[in-house]
């Protein structure tokens, strides 16, 4: 069956770097574009970032625009987000989501979701 894994969060502090994974498996992982997203306790679950299949196609969420980095290894099945300059309100859980086709960051269009790992960044 399909499973993403999702490893790397922990608590930090303000400006501090941390680099999330998500490791995939069940799936033909080069084929799909991958997506980050988080939840903060009481909010909405929201897009953070996502790549294409490819690796050639990027998009962010303006909160996070020149602080995190996608990106992607297809030979290990795994995504990645490098997240630099953190801040207290990037607190969330972070789950990584596998779709077939292009680009979105509409939550519904994801098929697979991770259970997500916890970020704390401290001020």
């Known amino acids: 069956q399909v499973q993403l894994t999702e490893s790397g969060g922990g608590l930090v502090q303000r400006g501090d770097s941390l680099r999330v994974s998500c490791a995939a498996s069940?799936?033909?992982?080069?084929?799909?574009?991958m997506g980050w997203f988080r939840q903060a306790p009481g909010k909405e679950r929201e897009f953070v970032a996502s790549?294409?299949?490819?690796?050639?196609?990027?998009y962010y969420a303006d909160s996070v625009k020149g602080r995190f980095t996608i990106s992607r290894d297809n030979t290990k099945n795994t995504v990645y987000l490098q997240m630099d300059s953190l801040k207290p309100e990037d607190t969330a859980a972070y789950y990584c989501?596998?779709?077939?086709?292009?680009?979105?960051?509409?939550?519904?269009?994801?098929?697979?979701w991770g259970q997500g790992t916890q970020v704390t960044v401290s001020s």
């Open positions: 790549i294409s299949s490819s690796h050639t196609s990027t």
């Open positions: 989501a596998a779709k077939w086709g292009e680009h979105s960051i509409r939550l519904r269009e994801y098929t697979y």
């Open positions: 069940g799936i033909t992982f080069s084929r799909y574009t």
